[in-house]
């Protein structure tokens, strides 16, 4: 179904991330039929070039990122049809005029900043200024969302010297995956899971982004950020968030981002001992943590592990366990909800100890386990082994349900559509910073540096230790 027309104005639209996720994710909606005869794609960069020009861009793109897509190239080339180019200063006045010209009235307006948090203001005042911050705009802002809270302040001042909250979305593009949506249809659309779902009947909850890939072409970016400022302060929290905020009333944007709030708000502060930072070493070919950053003193973290407590009712007592990092074994991503042991076994101790584990599993097979514990088959007596009831949605539900829009493509629509759920809202992302600064202090004032780990591993020692000296071990990176 197409969604209502709108133009939609790339800044940045010659970057990276223009390159890899936006502009292919609206060729995608495009293809699906979701964007209407006249809704149009305007690119906005400082490079000097025409709209042609930046056609063969956009045609590079997305044949580069998705091939796939782009073997329908009659299809391509209707999109790149509507696409055309603006060169602009986004702190001055050159092509401020013509973008005003391109975008229309009376339709719906979309900014898209796919730039640095140091611009934002910028193109917020010059927005206003040309008279594009009208009740019909709205403005998207990548993250990340500033480096610490104050910074995160300034920001949503200065975007909200020109626009009201409703028209501000804050990115987090983990919320718009598909799985860790069905976490939200797990725990609120069924009975069996929300009345055990507190610290009487859950041990303890882990969450793992792991990636295998390092920090790439990004490491002046990313070693001025970190993992605690580049995946756990954001993608990390957002799924702690989910999986421990109270059921909203309704699932509106306000309701679900209220019940998010009320979570980090009830974080309590991380001892240092609960935390533990990384960096990855050479393997074979590839390069160290500090070489690839082309910073031989870094002392920037590729991984970090901690320990979060949330103190209310539903979760005193219940530890959640976080961990991210690069260059690590697998790229795998999961939520693992750890239940506890029956109070007491009538199978008697040669049984052994079973404990049911859900697992929302986010990537690369997105779907979920619940692990049961049944009688082993066989005349061998009452001996328990653990299954796993999966629901890889791939499996369950047919090839065609793994064909689900990626993140940007449902956020970029729902955009359009003016739906802020899977937004984070300003005084969310102040709240993080507000959780995750006096960590990132306390190694700045301890001077701590991260310690070294192995490329493909788990991580480092520490880590494990972390979990260990608690009687508890990470699941497996698979
Ligand atoms: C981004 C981070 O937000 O998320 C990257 O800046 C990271 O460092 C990426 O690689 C991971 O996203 P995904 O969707 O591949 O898990």
């Known amino acids: 179904i197409p969604v209502d027309p709108f133009d939609l104005v790339v800044f940045g639209g010659t970057g990276d991330l223009a390159r890899r996720k936006i502009l292919p994710a609206l060729f995608r909606r495009f293809q699906a039929g979701q964007m209407g005869e006249s809704s149009r794609v305007?690119?906005?960069?400082?490079?000097?070039?025409?709209?042609?020009?930046?056609?063969?861009f956009v045609r590079a793109a997305i044949e580069e990122f998705d091939p796939q897509a782009a073997s329908d190239s009659a299809a391509l080339e209707e999109f790149l049809g509507r696409l055309s180019y603006v060169a602009l200063d986004a702190k001055g006045t050159a092509g401020w005029d013509k973008l005003a010209g391109e975008v229309s009235a009376g339709r719906i307006r979309a900014f898209y900043f796919s730039v640095g948090p140091g611009l934002f203001g910028d193109l917020a005042q010059r927005l206003h200024d040309y008279g594009m911050a009208d009740h019909d705009s709205r403005i998207v802002v990548e993250k990340p969302f500033g480096r610490d809270l104050a910074s995160a302040r300034a920001l949503n001042r200065g975007l909200a010297q020109h626009f009201q909250e409703h028209q501000i979305y804050r990115i987090d593009h983990y919320l718009g995956k598909e799985t860790v949506q069905n976490l939200m249809a797990v725990r609120f659309g069924n009975m069996l899971f929300e009345p055990l779902w507190n610290s009487q009947y859950v041990d303890h909850i882990q969450i793992t982004v792991a990636e295998s890939v390092g920090v790439g072409g990004r490491g002046d970016y990313y070693d001025r950020a970190g993992a605690m400022r580049d995946m756990m302060q954001n993608h990390l929290m957002q799924l702690l968030c989910l999986i421990a905020m109270e059921p909203p009333a309704k699932f509106d944007p306000d309701a679900v981002r209220d019940e998010k709030l009320k979570v980090i708000r009830a974080l309590d502060p991380v001892a240092p001992d609960n935390v533990v930072r990384g960096q990855y070493q050479a393997e074979g070919d590839k390069p160290d943590y500090c070489t690839q950053v082309e910073n031989p003193d870094s002392r920037t973290e590729s991984f970090v592990a901690l320990?979060?407590?949330?103190?209310?009712?539903?979760?005193?007592?219940?530890?959640?366990?976080?961990?991210?990092?690069?260059?690590?074994?697998?790229?795998?991503?999961?939520?693992?909800?750890?239940f506890k042991e029956a109070p007491h076994s009538i199978f008697g101790a040669g049984a052994g100890r079973h404990r049911n584990i859900l697992t929302i599993k986010?990537?690369?097979?997105?779907?979920?386990?619940?692990?049961?514990?049944?009688?082993?088959?066989?005349?061998?007596?009452?001996?328990?082994?653990?299954?796993?009831?999966?629901?890889?949605?791939?499996e369950a539900l047919g090839p065609d349900?793994?064909?689900?829009?990626?993140?940007?493509?449902?956020?970029?629509?729902?955009?359009?559509?003016?739906?802020?759920?899977?937004?984070?809202?300003g005084d969310e992302v102040e709240a993080a910073w507000a959780w995750t600064d006096p960590i990132i202090e306390g190694w700045e004032e301890r001077g701590e540096a991260p310690q070294p780990y192995?490329?493909?591993?788990?991580?480092?020692?520490?880590?494990?230790?972390?979990?260990?000296?608690?009687g508890r071990r990470w699941r497996e990176i698979k």
């Open 42 to 56: 305007i690119g906005a960069a400082r490079s000097d070039m025409d709209a042609e020009a930046y056609r063969g």
């Open 307 to 338: 320990k979060a407590h949330i103190s209310n009712w539903r979760w005193a007592g219940t530890p959640f366990y976080l961990r991210t990092g690069k260059r690590l074994k697998d790229r795998a991503s999961e939520i693992a909800v750890v």
């Open 362 to 394: 986010l990537q690369p097979n997105e779907g979920i386990e619940l692990g049961v514990t049944i009688k082993e088959p066989g005349p061998g007596g009452m001996r328990l082994i653990d299954v796993p009831l999966d629901m890889t949605f791939a």
């Open 401 to 425: 349900s793994a064909d689900f829009p990626d993140a940007y493509e449902r956020l970029i629509m729902d955009v359009i559509r003016g739906n802020q759920t899977l937004f984070m809202r």
């Open 454 to 470: 192995a490329s493909g591993s788990a991580g480092p020692d520490d880590s494990l230790m972390l979990m260990h000296r608690d």
